[in-house]
């Protein structure tokens, strides 16, 4: 690996990763590169991969085959330098729960041979929401508190790459809303941002993201890229029997796929000679009542799940 190249422009960079643990396969070749000061969304569902493939980023685990680099630098061979330029916020909370705010800000502050001062100002408009508790353990803090503190943590030393594994999951509406504004400031600062959720309505607050499922990347672009990609007619699909008209759908000729969606089902037909008429006639004749049909614009998700059953 040319680490002059990967230095001007890619700070995170993998070929051929795979990991396995025992028959499961982890993680499947994958290939990766994300720009430096891009945030860049690894999607998918628990058990997809996300973790393991941060922890090989991060130099926690080893891969079982390929290679991967931080700024140019092998995650095996250079792990040292690595550890000085990476921030890691792993999904579950991991900080000190009997330290006060403070006090765990400060350690992890040592740890990099820095001090909170030195640095404030990169964390500056994160730390002074939870300021007023700093002498509050750090176990006694909220759900969206222990978030911001466990960020502060991991910018302490003024990382360039920053991986955030699953960062806002169980975290309410208004604190993701809240934690997605601070990293679009934290990327105009120059940090790159790797982060990995399950909520695939975050996909479209990062520059580009990589759908994963079973270990594997199934697509990577940006969301706006992969939502044009969806080339078939999508329709929502309402009834007085919702578990009925979901099974009945499935059975229908024109039918692709067709999956739950909250209150409705969102339905792919790739028939394009069949209409919502069409559609109608058929589940008016399978005893379906009140039946709603309306055309669709994809989400990400749709397209996750129309790549998933490839």
């Known amino acids: 690996m040319n680490k002059n190249v990967d230095l001007q422009s890619i700070a995170i960079r993998c070929d051929d990763v795979s990991k396995n643990y025992g028959k499961i396969e982890a993680l499947k070749d994958i290939h990766l590169e994300v720009s ?3 945030i860049f969304g690894i999607i998918g569902p628990d058990g997809a991969g996300k973790t393991t493939l941060f922890r090989i980023l991060t130099t926690l685990i080893l891969a079982d085959k390929g290679t991967a680099a931080i700024d140019g630098y092998d995650v095996v061979t250079d792990y040292k330098e690595i550890r000085k330029r990476v921030g890691y916020m792993p999904g579950r909370f991991s900080l000190y729960q009997d330290l006060t705010v403070e006090e765990n800000l400060n350690f992890f502050a040592t740890v990099f041979n820095t001090t ?23 176990g006694k803090l909220s759900g969206g508190m222990k978030q911001k503190l466990a960020l502060s943590c991991a910018l302490i030393h003024k990382p360039s790459v920053l991986f955030l594994d699953e960062p806002t999951t169980g975290v309410d509406p208004v604190s993701r809303k809240e934690f997605w504004g601070m990293l679009k400031k934290l990327k105009t600062q120059g940090i790159t941002i790797l982060v990995s959720t399950p909520y695939m309505d975050e996909a479209s607050l990062c520059d580009r993201i990589a759908l994963i ?3 594997q990347f199934l697509k990577i672009d940006t969301p706006k890229n ?85």
């Open 36 to 38: 430096k000061g891009e």
């Open 116 to 138: 909170i001062e030195e640095n404030y100002e990169l964390i500056k408009d994160i730390y002074v929401q939870i300021e007023p508790f700093k002498n509050r353990r750090a």
């Open 213 to 215: 499922q079973n270990g």
């Open 226 to 310: 992969i939502v044009k990609q969806y080339k078939n007619k999508l329709w929502s699909a309402k009834s007085d029997n919702m578990s009925k008209l979901l099974s009945d759908l499935r059975n229908i000729e024109a039918t692709k796929n067709c999956f739950a969606f909250g209150d409705c089902h969102h339905v792919t037909v790739f028939d394009a000679q069949f209409t919502i008429s069409d559609f109608e006639i058929i589940l008016g004749k399978l005893s379906h009542k009140d039946i709603q049909i309306v055309e669709i614009e994809p989400t990400v998700e749709d397209c996750f799940m129309e790549l998933s059953q490839n």
